[in-house]
């Protein structure tokens, strides 16, 4: 790419195609695979999960994030949650419930036991919290996920505020300990689901 991805919030109508991009980024990740172990259905059901938290949750509280190319292609795509609002309200719990129930059938009642695992084991201290980074798979490596982080770990260090996410991949530990992150706690989820490792990025000082 000739040129850097530009960063910017996303627009509501942008929901759609940015959780298509999430849900081609995370098609075949670990936390994807045990939930939806169909493909057809994975397929089917991640962009109406991440379009339902996109919608009801992410842009309540300002986090959503692009990363496009020059003629306005989303690269990739970031949900991120402010201190003190990283928790789901009852009404955008209630909002996402049918679109969650539609994406994930059967599966439903274990992605909230693996939701509520992630929310127990969720640290008090006040953060900003990556739920989500993905990158079109056809891009990746064209730094567009890089770009992402970059821009919001940049206003963390601005305002020295902490940042915390949940990695379903181990192999991208190491991606993430280049931008500051450590490894604070490795999650088990219920019913035999995959691993998770928590990790936290205290924020770099700017004198």
Partial sequence: MSTPPD??????DEIAPLSRTLAAAFQED???????????RRAAGLPRFFGAMTRHHHFATGGVDLAVDASGAIGAAAL?????RWHHSTLSELMMLPQFARAMGARLLAGKRLGDT????????????????????????SGY?????????????????????????????????????EVTDTITTPDDGPTLWAMWRAPRSRG
Wanted: glycine share 8%; with cysteine; aromatic share 12%.
């Fill in 7 to 12: 960063v910017r919030p996303a627009r509501r």
């Fill in 30 to 40: 670990p936390v994807s695979v045990w939930l939806w172990p169909d493909p057809e």
């Fill in 80 to 84: 991120w949650n402010p201190p003190g």
């Fill in 118 to 141: 992630l929310t127990a084991r969720h640290p008090d201290e006040p953060h900003w919290y990556l739920a989500v980074i993905g990158s079109d798979p056809a891009q990746r490596g």
């Fill in 145 to 181: 996920g890089h770009a992402l982080l970059r821009k919001r770990l940049d206003h963390c260090d601005r305002d020295q505020v902490p940042a915390y996410l949940e990695s379903s991949n181990e192999s991208n530990i190491g991606y993430y300990e280049r931008f500051g992150f």
